[in-house]
């Protein structure tokens, strides 16, 4: 970590490049050798015992620093207390209601190793899988590298997931011990999450022991023998334990990510490649310096909250910030008012947050002191120019950077953005730039060729990279199939791209049946198989629209059984139904009941058309159409209710 700001540079926003040598030889020399460049990255952790090889790449499968041992809560919690960081401040925790609580590294060591001794003693053991249901409270980053002491591997399930996500992900992992809270609060009400977590451990049988940390205080149920209170736990827990050294290739996380079929993938990621991959990243991104204070938005429950708020920053011995509830709770300028309470640095946040800011008008943020902010960050979607434009004008004051980062929960950590960390970059709105050093990112089209410059195609990866997941739990046939069967010898994101006529890359939204929803990632099979989970209905078709906000929203068509009548009440239980089947991130924005859904010969069913129809575009090319007339009736139904809604 840097100590003083010399090399951030102010950065242009026009589109002269000047040379950017430094980076330019950087990304060159790191393509050339990536062993000799990941291995130099690999020396600024601390290892019990350096690797052996850099890289064993038998593909599709790569070991990073085999040999190697580390830790990873030692990496971000024992080495700063070695250090004055000891009584640097790890975390401000802010709240919904507005109380907050403020860890020094070295609680943060205290309080991780209380943990880790309790998990130990209720018999959890290297390698064992251990479900971490909690809303953003510091007990869940505690949780998180306290299972890394103790080569336990956590599997964060975002508590806005229902029941049976966690059940299914609890029975596939495992796990024997689920850590909830008493409930949440989310704009000003509670979340029950210990009764859902109730009615997850009723269907696992895996589950066979509940901790619960008590936040909202009111009354749950605990079941003799099964469920403990997290403070009586730790009454008993030692102050002082010793983290586990363990291998280098050692899963440190499994998290569950949507994919194109139904099922969600477990993605695997391991310790040392992992935590080399985003201690590098970090400090080329966001360039933080000892006194910088870090916000990183995202809930810890998807892959952001892991690397950007959890491993990356703590690894870096920096300061981050946690904020437990709703962005307008109690009143629209909450972040700004966190930003300025803390005297925020960083600022990394979706662009669906910051459409939502712009929707609410410029005023609310210039009514703080927004100056201590010098970089923003945006991640999870495409950022719209008009979106950047505004961030960087109205909260940056045209003062801060924007790094646009474009990464994936199987990427691990950020792979393509601007680096102020290693050189000041000039930006294109809407563009996120260039790859990071050792990340080989290109841009084919379907035959495998690189396309030209303005032209679409499909992103990918041709070198492995220490953050990549290292499988997908307990399928690596569908890992070998979702990513390195599409380009022989690449690995394939999912993602449309195009690299303009100066190698600055541009991400366009998903090439599959992806969702990205408010930034969150939903697959369409998986939303549809638990819409015909509904009684009523028969099929069902799931398309995303755009969005203003949410970049894209839900609609859902449906044919419902013979008995059944279309009605707004059973249009409400099919939208209850998706909540409590998923969680509320999967509920659909419209839905419409059709007689029946528009198929190929084959009985696929042309999402392409659906799609279309959702926007309201022209359905293009139907010669393959079965049912032709089920187009219009879709697009009927569709018109027909958008205008008795008075759009
Ligand atoms: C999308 C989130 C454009 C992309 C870290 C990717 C982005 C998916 C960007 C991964 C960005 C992420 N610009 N699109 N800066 N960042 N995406 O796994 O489609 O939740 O494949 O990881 O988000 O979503 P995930």
Not at 38 to 61: C, G, I, M, N
Not at 376 to 396: D, F, K, M, Q, T
Request: proline share 6%; with cysteine.
């Amino acid at each position: 970590m840097k100590q003083t700001a010399e090399s951030r540079g102010a950065l242009a926003t026009d589109v002269r490049i000047w040379p950017v040598r430094r980076y330019v030889e950087m990304h060159r020399r790191s393509l050339e050798d990536i062993e000799r460049f990941w291995s130099e990255q690999a020396r600024k952790l601390d290892w019990y015992k350096t690797w052996d090889r850099v890289l064993d790449w038998d593909f599709p499968h790569a070991r990073w620093f085999a040999g190697g041992l580390l830790n990873a809560s030692y990496q971000c919690v024992d080495r700063h207390v070695k250090t004055w960081r000891k009584s640097k401040v790890a975390i401000y925790w802010e709240g919904e209601g507005g109380e907050s609580r403020v860890l020094s590294y070295s609680t943060l060591y205290r309080e991780v190793s209380r943990f880790a001794s309790m998990l130990k003693r209720l018999g959890i053991k290297k390698g064992d899988c251990v479900v971490l249901y909690l809303p953003m409270i510091p007990e869940l980053p505690v949780a998180m590298l306290a299972c890394a002491r103790i080569g336990a591997i956590h599997t964060v399930i975002f508590s806005g997931f229902s029941a049976q996500s966690i059940s299914e992900r609890a029975e596939e992992t495992k796990a024997k011990l689920l850590i909830t809270a008493d409930g949440g609060y989310r704009r000003g009400k509670t979340i029950p999450l210990k009764q859902i977590a109730d009615e997850a451990v009723s269907i696992s049988p895996s589950l066979e022991t509940m901790v619960v940390v008590k936040r909202t205080g009111e009354p749950v149920t605990m079941q003799d023998g099964r469920d403990h209170w997290l403070s009586d736990l730790l009454e008993e827990a030692d102050m002082v334990f010793e983290p586990e050294p363990v291998e280098s290739e050692h899963p440190l996380y499994i998290l569950y990510t949507s994919g194109t079929t139904g099922r969600p993938k477990g993605i695997v990621h391991s310790t040392g490649g992992y935590l080399v991959f985003n201690h590098a990243a970090y400090e080329w991104v966001f360039d933080v310096r000892e006194e910088s204070v870090y916000w990183c938005t995202a809930d810890v429950g998807w892959v952001t909250g892991h690397s950007s708020i959890v491993y990356a920053p703590l690894s870096h011995g920096a300061a981050i910030v946690i904020y437990e509830g709703a962005p307008d709770y109690p009143t629209v300028d909450r972040w700004w008012d966190i930003v300025e309470k803390y005297g925020v640095s960083v600022l990394y946040t979706s662009p669906t947050a910051i459409r939502m800011f712009m929707a609410q008008g410029e005023d609310i943020p210039a009514r703080h002191d927004l100056s201590s902010l010098e970089l923003l960050g945006s991640v999870g979607e495409p950022i719209n120019p008009e979106a950047w434009h505004w961030y960087y004008r109205v909260i940056g004051q045209e003062r801060c950077p924007i790094v646009d980062t474009w990464w994936q929960t199987e990427t691990g950590g950020i792979m393509i953005s601007p680096t102020p960390g290693i050189e000041s970059v000039p930006l294109k709105p809407g563009s996120v730039t260039f790859p990071l050093p050792g990340v080989d990112a290109a841009v084919l089209d379907y035959d495998g060729n690189e396309t030209r410059p303005g032209e679409t195609g499909y992103l990918v990866i041709r070198k492995p990279w220490p953050g990549m997941l290292v499988d997908i739990y307990g399928d690596p046939d569908r890992y070998k199939e979702s990513y390195w069967s599409q380009y022989p010898g690449c690995y394939y994101t999912g993602d449309y791209a195009m690299k303009d006529e100066d190698g600055y890359f541009w991400l366009l939204g998903r090439a599959d049946e992806v969702l990205k929803v408010a930034g969150h990632r939903l697959g369409t099979t998986e939303l549809e198989d638990a819409a015909v989970a509904h009684p009523a209905v028969v099929e069902a078709a799931v398309a995303g629209r755009p969005d203003e906000v949410k970049g894209e929203g839900i609609v859902l068509f449906v044919t419902l059984k013979a008995d059944e009548q279309p009605s707004t009440e059973l249009e409400k239980d099919l939208v209850k139904h998706m909540r409590q089947t998923i969680g509320p991130v999967a509920s659909p924005d419209e839905v419409y009941f059709v007689g029946s859904l528009p198929k190929t010969r084959s009985g696929k069913i042309m999402r392409r058309v659906l799609k279309a129809v959702a926007a309201g575009a022209s359905v293009g090319d139907m010669t393959t159409l079965e049912n032709e007339a089920s187009v219009e009736e879709v697009r009927r139904a569709y018109e027909g209710l958008r205008k008795a809604a008075g759009d």
